[in-house]
């Protein structure tokens, strides 16, 4: 059995500035298994959230292919794509992009409300996860009445809500104080085993991405196995 829910091969992305062509990435190949927590590491402008943005769909290469789940990801229709994203991925960004004007419950209910899900069948779902996150005190808080740390919980549990095969994390901790960051990444960590959901997560703290299975560098467009 094939136990490999999201590749890549030989994935590039150029951008053209004037008459010069930069190469951000190429020639990437990457596998990651079911339950499997990969971190990816590099130099600020290395190219880390590009590659995580290409593997999410949410930017398109200059070449290579993406497979999500078995399905390749760039011969579908933009509908199609939002449609195997809101099934099988989620995202946790540096920036966590929550609705302000809504509580922390209403947030992580989004993206089943948006797949047409029964609201009376969401809400019950929205607040486990939510307690799992350790926020069971915090349903009806608006985003602003939350500190960062309760933020990126709240994030996560939006990501976790529609049981994705796995989970794209941008600089998680990016924002966070040491302490926050500690608690973010151990919870990463807890619910990639008490779930079993693959983790990609890209971050500058060597000493957090260390504690994944797998740590790649993407070094001079290349990505290279430290672990």
Sequence with gaps: MNDV????????????DGTSVIDVLSH???EVK??????IVGNSGSGKSTLLHLLGGLDKPTSGQVWISGKELFVLSEVEKCRLRNNFLGFVYQFHHLLADFTALENVSMPLLIRGVNPKEIQPKAE?????VGLKDRFT????ELSGGERQRVAIARALVIDPLCVLADEPTGNLDPRNAERVFELFLDLQ????TSVVIVTHDMRLAKRAQRVLQIEDGKLVSLV
Excluded: F, N, Q
Aim: hydrophobic share 40%; proline share 0%; net charge positive.
């Design 28 to 30: 990437i190949d990457l």
């Design 5 to 16: 829910i999201l590749s890549c091969r030989d994935l590039a992305k150029s951008y053209h």
């Design 193 to 196: 085993k008490t779930m079993r």
């Design 141 to 144: 808080h608006k985003i602003g």
């Design 128 to 132: 486990h996860l939510l307690e799992m």
């Design 34 to 39: 079911s339950s499997e927590m990969v971190s």
